[in-house]
């Protein structure tokens, strides 16, 4: 299996352009970082991700309609490309593979 190194911010932003569906783009990408993962990040910092996954090849994007409620400007939409979804199974595999070799009693809180 050809490894694919994401980091943990990159592939959770990838996660997430996959869950929306074509809807991604950074507002909704950083609202439903913040609604799954508890985890609030900027739009720039979203923004910049996806502009770094894009220039790896594992998203790509287009632009959507211009909208009133943005002033008339068009949102960036990005979707998951073959690329991405490849590293993303390649990662669920790897993380599969390795949580199924941590042996029971190594996770376990003493104490409790």
Request: charged residues 20%; aromatic residues 6%; neutral net charge.
């Amino acid at each position: 299996m050809r490894r694919t190194y994401l980091g943990e911010f990159e592939e959770v932003v990838l996660l997430m352009v996959a869950i929306l569906d074509g809807e991604a783009y950074g507002v909704t990408v950083s609202q439903a970082l913040e609604e799954h993962t508890g985890r609030l990040v900027t739009f720039g910092t979203v923004h910049n991700t996806l502009i770094r996954l894009e220039e790896k090849g594992f998203v790509s994007s287009e632009l959507g309609g211009a909208t009133a409620e943005r002033g008339g400007r068009r949102k960036r939409l990005f979707q998951v490309t073959a690329l991405g979804s490849q590293a993303l199974q390649d990662i669920q595999q790897l993380r599969n593979q390795l949580w199924h070799l941590v042996p029971p009693h190594a996770l376990k809180v003493s104490g409790l």
